[in-house]
Structure formats: C-alpha cells, structure tokens
C-alpha cells in the first residue's frame, strides 16, 4: 500500500522535530577544542609545561579554582612536556588542533608568531597585566608589532658555592651590590681549585644559550640588526671575554672541569655536595634540587654571576602564555591567564617553580624577599635580565643545533682557537640565517 503525500504543514513539522532531535547531538559533538559543550559551556583548552611536583600542584590547583568561579568558562588541563613542546606544537597547529592557552619560552615563539599561528594580544590584555610586567619583559615576546605572549616567569644564571670552601679560601665574597668582575671570578675559581678539586664546574651540555645570555653583562650581543632589520651575526672583542674566561678555565688554569662540559646541570650535583667542585654556575630554578638532594649538614649559598662593563646584565628567555590565533575565544583565553597571573597566583606559580616572576608587584612579595636558599639575591637580580640576545632572530634554533653548539664545544674543550671559533660562528652562522630572509 502505497503512503499518502504528506502535506506542506506536515512536512516541515517533521522537519523541526528532526531538527530538534540533532542539535544537542552537534552540539555535544563539538564540545571539545575550545567549542561550547552541550549545556553551553565554553571548553577551553590550557597546555601547561609545569614539571616539577610543587608546580604542577600549583597550576592544576588555579586551574581549579578557576572553573569553580566561571562556571561558563572551564579549562581543561594538559600535560606537556619542555623537551618536545616545539615540534609537538608546529604539529598541532598544522593539524587544527593547537591548545587554546600555550605554555611556552619566549625564545621559541618567533617562528611560531610570524607563521601567524599566535594570536597577536595587544588589544586583548587587561590594563592590569599589561601594567604590571617591566617593558624589557614585554620585548621578549613582541616580534615585529605584535605581542604573542605574557612573560610571567624567568631564571637568572648564578653561581651556587659550597659555603665552607668559599669562605677557606679567602676570597672576597661577592653580592649583588659588590659583584666580582669575569677576571676576579677567575682568580677565585683558581683560588678555590686543589688537592683533587675544582674551583668550578661549567656543565655546558647546551653551551649556547648560557654564553649568549652571560654575554650580555660584558657588552656582547653576538646579533645585530642591518639598517633593513636583517639580523646578522657579528663577534666582538666584548661577545669573547665570557667563552675566553671559560676556556682559559679550563685549558689553561685547570680551575674548571673538562668532564663537565657535556655534562647537565643536575649532572654535576653529586660532584657538588661531594666537594670535587667549590662552585657551580646554575639556572635559579635548580635551587630546589639541592635542597632535595643536598646531604644532611651541607651548606651553601647563592652568588651572583660575574659582572662585566655592563654590570650584572645578563639575558634571559621568560616562560610565556600565548594564545592560539586559531582559537575561536581568545577573550576568555585572556580572561584566564589574567586570572593564573594574578598577582598573588603569580607568586605561588614562582614558588612552585622555584624562578623569578616578571610582574613588579608579585616580585615585591614578602615571601620571595628571604635570605633563605638564595631568594633575596634573585630578586636583586631581576632589574637586571635582559630579553635574550637571540629572542626575536629567525633560523635561530637552527643555528644554534648546526652552527654554535658544536663550534662551542670544540672551542670550550681547546681543540680550536677564538680566530676559528668567530669564523664559525658568524660565517656559517650568516650562511644559516640568510635563508630565513627570503
């Protein structure tokens, strides 16, 4: 038996029914990558980079309280990792799948800025924020005219020594004020060296980040801009007299351990509290494994890095939070990374971190001035970091992997001298940075 024709009114009533039937099956279905769940709920999605024990505590805790306050805007969290973050993202922006809040460095976000994969935040920040972080941290993520992420934590380099072999060796002990210059911290590491020690240990593993940055406070940049705002790379006498005290320190004094320059840092702790090292240059975050680690009795300090004619100045690449261009809620992405680095939040996320924060009235905090396990000297530190000197260079992550690693390391160990250390860094250098002009 053949159906009747349904009428016009009929069909379309079907046709609301069914329509009615499947829009919260969409909706449900979209519910994830930044889109609203089924009951209206925005879903964004916050990859964090945090690894040690207290700071991921800490940032799942704000995340937490977070979507306890804005029950139409949660934030599900993600575990990344440092050691694969760039490739895993340069994976997922070109998938469409990018988080929609990205924990990163700002020296990793060039390429990803000017790919267009981050969203330019300028007309997005709070005047909170954008307030309360220092201009010389805003620089290190603004490429080009955009800014592509909040600086919120950084990590001076300072020298941890072991307290009872500074003070016998009768050195002038340095503070941030009284700091020693590169020559009288090479006299102390001599000083502090014998009977099967050693004044110093430089793990340079990745030597080219902590001799750029350290660079700085002699006057060294190693880049510069062309007047079309090409960066090239040049070698001064100012960008030599970091490497030349290392490599003095090691060749020719024997102040410094050749053993350590493959080495990590954590690698070099055992030969610390062992006393077969009196001083190790350091990030501030490592503080927290010699706490941990440190043999009951062992004491020890924090110093300052050596200064040069540009005082304590030294670079630093700060953690950022950026937000994906990709991401359709960028305002309420903003929204939540003003709350994370409230004042007070951005004091326990550097507490959990162990680092420094950017923002002047969470550094001023009470509770990261204490004499206790080098706080306060960090904190004398912070007018001084500068945006890393490879911050915003394109092509730089290649140079640094095929060009100044392995120059450095031959250079540190003696096995070539400053002429070919310089011929190699800016030769080949600008070889590796010319095919990121065109």
Not at 41 to 55: D, G, M, N, P, T
Not at 321 to 343: C, N, T, Y
Request: net charge neutral; charged share 20%.
């Amino acid at each position: 038996m053949r159906c009747p024709e349904p009428s016009a009114r009929t069909r379309l009533l079907g046709v609301m029914a069914v329509l009615t039937l499947l829009v919260p099956l969409l909706a449900a279905c979209g519910g994830g990558g930044g889109g609203p769940d089924g009951g209206g709920v925005i879903r964004l999605r916050f990859q964090s980079l945090a690894w040690q024990k207290e700071s991921v505590a800490t940032t799942r805790s704000l995340v937490e309280e977070w979507n306890a306050a804005h029950p139409a805007v949660q934030v599900d969290y993600v575990q990344g990792s440092w050691d694969t973050v760039h490739d895993q993202l340069l994976t997922s922006f070109e998938g469409g799948e990018a988080p929609d809040i990205i924990h990163d460095a700002s020296d990793d976000l060039a390429d990803f800025a000017h790919g267009g994969y981050l969203a330019d935040l300028r007309g997005l920040l709070p005047s909170r924020l954008k307030d309360g972080i220092p201009a010389r941290s805003w620089e290190s993520a603004t490429f080009g005219t955009g800014v592509y992420g909040v600086p919120f934590l950084q990590e001076p380099r300072v020298l941890i020594a072991n307290t009872k072999l500074l003070t016998a060796s009768g050195v002038r002990i340095p503070t941030p004020e009284r700091p020693w210059s590169w020559a009288e911290f090479r006299q102390a590491a001599r000083k502090m060296s014998g009977e099967g020690r050693y004044g110093v240990a430089w793990p340079l593993k990745e030597p080219v980040s902590a001799t750029l940055n350290l660079s700085l406070s002699t006057g060294g940049r190693l880049f510069t801009r062309t007047a079309d705002g090409r960066a090239e790379v040049t070698f001064t006498a100012a960008d030599a007299v970091v490497p030349e005290t290392i490599r003095d320190q090691v060749t020719t004094d024997r102040s410094a351990s050749r053993g350590t320059l493959g080495m990590g840092g954590s690698d070099t702790l055992p030969g610390f509290f062992g006393g077969k090292y009196a001083m190790v240059p350091l990030g501030f975050s490592y503080r927290q494994q010699i706490v941990q680690q440190a043999p009951p009795g062992f004491d020890w300090t924090v110093l300052p890095a050596p200064a040069g004619s540009a005082g304590l100045d030294q670079g630093v690449s700060p953690q950022t939070l950026s937000v994906a261009q990709d991401s359709p809620h960028r305002k309420e992405a903003v929204a939540f990374i003003d709350f994370l680095l409230g004042p007070a939040n951005t004091v326990r996320l550097a507490e959990g971190d162990w680092m420094l924060p950017t923002g002047t009235e969470a550094l001023a905090d009470p509770a990261l001035g204490t004499a206790e396990h080098g706080w306060a000297t960090g904190v004398a530190l912070a007018p001084h970091l500068r945006p890393a000197p490879a911050q915003s260079v394109r092509g730089y992550p290649e140079w640094k992997d095929k060009v100044a690693t392995p120059a450095l390391q031959e250079y540190y160990s003696g096995a070539i001298d400053t002429a070919e250390l310089k011929k190699r860094l800016v030769q080949d250098g600008n070889r590796v940075l010319a095919r990121y002009r065109r």
